[in-house]
């Protein structure tokens, strides 16, 4: 039996591989240098900032809307970017109206809504007081987070002309109920827009008597 020969150099496996290798050089270096540019983007790329849940409307939603299920929608925030009073849970705000107008997107807080929190925006030493306004205009000046004067016209109960006077001075607004849907905290007057304000006790008492004779009207103050 005659003996094997090797194939010569030129048809062997390791020379067939150099000459594949060498033809397909460009592509093969091209794969590697973007193995190489992928693996150092990796490296380099800062991790993902932590995560925290927050309740966010998914829809616009007016002053005064009780908020149902398809308003809200728990969505994930960069941790940090979001007050601490901000609302986690939708059972927290589901059938409860907003105080003020907001637009989709918008992280919910207590202090947005009706009901056991709105207090939670009044400054220290001060209580929550509905107030009904006497016309669209006031309404619009007393919007939440604005500092108001409410005056009482003197001869409007009556109906006949008559002087004005400052009632309550540099009153945090806190909430609008719009017209048509009666007090929030329950006054059960429907037609009238009432507004929120936050006011030392010596003055709430003032703005009770004076808005049981007639609707006040908003100054802004500068």
Do not use: H, K
Request: hydrophobic residues 50%; contains cysteine; positive net charge.
């Amino acid at each position: 039996m005659r003996p094997r020969r090797p194939p010569p150099p030129s048809r062997s496996v390791a020379a067939r591989l150099r000459r594949t290798l060498w033809r397909r050089r460009y592509p093969f270096v091209a794969l590697c240098l973007g193995l190489a540019v992928a693996t150092g983007l990796g490296v380099l790329r800062p991790p993902e900032p932590p995560g925290e849940p927050a309740l966010v409307l998914a829809a616009d939603v007016a002053a005064g809307t009780p908020l149902t299920g398809a308003d809200l929608v728990v969505r994930t925030v960069v941790a940090g970017t979001v007050p601490p009073s901000a609302l986690r849970d939708e059972r927290a705000a589901l059938g409860r109206p907003l105080a003020v107008g907001l637009p989709a997107g918008t992280v919910l807080m207590a202090s947005m809504l009706t009901g056991p929190g709105l207090a939670d925006g009044a400054p220290p030493g001060t209580v929550v007081v509905p107030v009904p306004v006497a016309d669209a205009g006031s309404a619009r000046l007393a919007q939440p987070g604005q500092r108001i004067n409410l005056v009482a016209a003197g001869g409007e109960a009556a109906g006949v002309p008559g002087g004005a006077e400052v009632v309550a001075r540099d009153v945090v607004v806190l909430a609008v109920q719009e017209s048509g849907g009666g007090s929030l905290l329950g006054s059960g007057v429907a037609g009238v827009t009432f507004i929120f304000v936050a006011a030392p006790e010596q003055v709430a008492t003032v703005l009770l008597g004076s808005s049981a004779w007639a609707p006040l009207r908003a100054v802004l103050r500068p």
